[in-house]
């Protein structure tokens, strides 16, 4: 499945070419996506030509390469400061609340995905940007087509952040129609990533189960055995959002595309680890609140539409990113043994849904 194993900034490069970059903006960049979507531009565009924002703070290496600014997606006026005062021609919109922190809080996630999305919306259309913003396999819901999910299907999700994903993708398609606003976005099956750690979602565990592989060789997995989702590897994903960012209007023959690379269940993805890492590496299934929200997502998707308009083609399958995972996350592991160094989960405490929690 893997032909190259490409450094993601040379890739980027070799893509993309501009007579004049634009200035981006991106939201929420210190999330699970953000930092490496930030180093990508920065190498395409030029670091001064890429504003990294959140309302978190920054380390000290994220402030080093480039601007950083506070922005909160929800205060349109703050945000509008900073597309005039840096010339922003594009926004990759990264802000989001993630489907089981949604479901913990369904407020906040109401909030920032459809107030905040709103406010970026009307940036775009108040002063001519380019908006990315990602949807999700998410959006679909409990009565999708669960194989091949196609682009067009019904769509009736039942959780927070599937009913704001939705409803993103159609205001873009509204806004797109209605004022002439270049809205793009693509709808990412779960991500795994070594460098950045997830930000509350369903597939959170294919990532949390490296970090335990390395650290005490057992993992308590969310989901059941048997639970396949669509995935992909961060740089797949970077890679596939420059290409649709930068692809040309002419190309597009939709506003949002589905974006599929490979599928696995906890318990393939188990035998995999257990292939390239240890033969003894045990799990256990405690299924909580987020099997639901899995029972409700495709297993595949089908992504036809972004190959051919703008260049879809992920290099990296299950196999690749497990050798990927254990050959990144081994040294910081080795290194912590040997200090004894705190290596507690990556996962945020998502344990319990909305319900249980008390607000
Ligand atoms: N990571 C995945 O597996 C995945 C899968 C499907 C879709 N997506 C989408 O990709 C995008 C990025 O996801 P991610 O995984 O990096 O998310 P994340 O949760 O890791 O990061 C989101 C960032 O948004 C910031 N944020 C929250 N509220 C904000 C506010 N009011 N103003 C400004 N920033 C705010 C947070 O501080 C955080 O840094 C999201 O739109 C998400 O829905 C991600």
Redesign the pocket.
């Known amino acids: 499945m893997l032909r190259t194993m490409p450094n993601l900034n040379l890739a980027a490069r070799r893509l993309y070419s501009t007579a004049r970059p634009p200035r981006v903006l991106v939201?929420?960049s210190?999330?699970?996506?953000?930092t490496t979507m930030v180093n990508t531009l920065r190498a395409k565009f030029g670091s001064e030509n890429v504003v990294a924002?959140?309302?978190?703070k920054p380390a000290l290496e994220q402030r080093s390469t480039g601007p950083f600014v506070y922005?909160?997606?929800?205060n349109y006026r703050a945000m509008e400061q900073v597309v005039v005062d840096y010339g922003i021609d594009w926004i990759v919109?990264?802000?989001?609340?993630?489907s089981a922190a949604g479901e913990r809080n369904p407020a906040l996630g109401l909030n920032?995905n459809i107030n905040?999305f709103q406010n970026v919306l009307d940036l775009a259309k108040n002063h001519g940007l380019r908006l990315l913003?990602?949807?999700?396999?998410?959006a679909f819901g409990p009565t999708t087509p669960k194989d091949e999910t196609p682009d067009l299907t019904i769509m009736r999700p039942n959780t927070i952040y599937g009913i704001s994903?939705v409803h993103m993708e159609l205001l873009g398609e509204y806004y797109t129609e209605k004022f002439g606003v270049d809205f793009r976005s693509l709808r990412?099956?779960?991500?795994i990533s070594a460098d950045s750690p997830?930000?509350?979602?369903t597939?959170d565990y294919a990532v949390d189960i490296f970090h335990s592989a390395l650290k005490e060789n057992r993992y308590s997995c969310f989901l059941k055995s048997d639970t396949r989702l669509p995935m992909a590897y961060i740089d797949d994903c970077i890679v596939g959002t420059m290409q649709l960012l930068e692809a040309p209007q002419e190309a597009l023959t939709q506003r949002v595309y589905n974006v599929h690379a490979c599928a696995f269940s906890p318990e393939e993805l188990t035998a995999e680890i257990r292939r390239h890492h240890s033969d003894d590496f045990a799990i256990e299934y405690r299924p909580d609140f987020r099997q639901a929200i899995a029972d409700t997502w495709p297993r595949t998707m089908a992504d036809e539409a972004a190959r051919r308009d703008w260049g879809w083609n992920p290099l990296y399958g299950t196999t690749d990113i497990v050798r990927i995972m254990l050959e990144k996350l081994r040294p910081v592991y080795a290194a912590n043994a040997s200090s004894n160094a705190a290596t507690s989960s990556l996962i945020p405490d998502i344990t319990t849904p909305a319900a249980v929690v008390a607000n």
């Open positions: 939201t929420g210190l999330g699970q996506l953000g924002s959140d309302i978190k922005a909160d997606v929800l919109h990264f802000s989001a609340i993630l920032v905040g913003s990602p949807s999700t396999m998410g994903k990412y099956p779960g991500i997830p930000g509350g979602g597939t």
